[in-house]
């Protein structure tokens, strides 16, 4: 199954993400829907980002590990998390189409540990779906790993030769 969310814009304080229908958490797919979703503020507003992240990740922030792997990931590159929406392609500097829309994938993997979720994206710099994990607590799904932020290929006219 496959789920495709529609936002106008990004959240850019925690009151416009608790506006957002989707901030229900009562799915996994929406949870790894605005994960990504709040990310497209990084460029903008790093600490606003980590806060926003926080709200997804429910009872257990971010780690000191986890902030620091954002900025060794995004800095710089924030067109990583850009390339996840659609309309964004290598030859358009991964600028998405307006509104954002993003698709979220389950497999035959995706429920194999009681409590979990493991989704894919596909990002359009990348060969194949990268994973996401949520976690479940009580009626929420909440981030617990991202691993969504791995190297694509550069946007086109970004190579210095």
Request: proline content about 6%.
């Amino acid at each position: 199954m496959s789920v495709t969310f529609t936002f106008t814009d990004f959240p850019k304080s925690k009151e416009e993400l608790e506006r957002i229908p989707e901030y229900s958490l009562d799915t996994p797919f929406k949870a790894a829907a605005l994960t990504m979703l709040v990310l497209l503020n990084y460029q903008h507003d790093v600490n606003k980002t980590i806060e926003l992240l926080n709200c997804l990740k429910g009872p257990q922030p971010l780690s000191n590990y986890d902030i620091q792997f954002l900025r060794d990931r995004l800095g710089g590159k924030t067109f990583v998390v850009s390339s996840y929406f659609e309309g964004a392609t290598v030859a358009n500097g991964y600028v998405p189409n307006k509104p954002y829309k993003i698709t979220v994938h389950e497999d035959i993997y995706s429920y194999t540990d009681e409590g979990y979720a493991r989704l894919t994206l596909q990002s359009s710099g990348a060969d194949s779906k990268r994973p996401i994990k949520l976690r479940k607590k009580d009626t929420k799904w909440y981030l617990w790993e991202n691993m969504l932020l791995a190297d694509i290929r550069p946007p086109a006219g970004s190579d210095g030769w």
